[in-house]
């Protein structure tokens, strides 16, 4: 679990932020696609699901 935890935080520092001018939206997409697979498999090891996640965001806006 603490190997996924290193793999989530590895791959999301890899995300790109796009420059103003422009930036290839496919490098974006391909390294968020490694970040999403390896916070899926770490929910999945805790017992959660992606749903979870958009379940939380979702009562968190409905707060504000």
Known sequence: ????CS???FFS???????PAGGAPSELLGESSYLLFHLVV???????ALADVVAELERRHAAR
């Open 1 to 4: 679990s603490s190997r996924l």
């Open 7 to 9: 793999l989530v935080g």
């Open 13 to 19: 520092c890899l995300c790109p932020v796009p420059a």
């Open 42 to 48: 770490l929910l999945k090891a805790r017992g959660l």
